[in-house]
């Protein structure tokens, strides 16, 4: 696990977004932790321009944020556009 996702900050985007701190599975509880980590790996890649493993897990995540949020849209339209409010996704 990276240094900035302690496990207490990962519990604390679960009880957020997920329902309850131990709800790991759930999709808005996924998709808000994989904005925050796109959020830090975007801040590490400022600084770090030539770290082209960081910026291939970048690209990794926001494939695999985007792909749950289609899953959602699919789903639920509701949760969706409530989780795209919360987390200032543009789309």
Known sequence: MAVYLTKEKK????????????NTGSVEGQVALFT????ELSKHLEANK????????L???????????KYLAANDIQKYRDLIEKLN???
Request: proline fraction near 0%.
């Open 36 to 39: 925050f980590r796109i959020q």
């Open 11 to 22: 519990a604390e985007i679960f009880a957020e977004h997920g329902g309850s701190a131990t």
């Open 59 to 69: 690209l990794s995540l926001v494939g695999k944020r985007k792909r749950f949020l």
């Open 50 to 57: 030539k770290d082209h493993a960081c910026r291939r897990s």
């Open 89 to 91: 996704i543009r789309k």
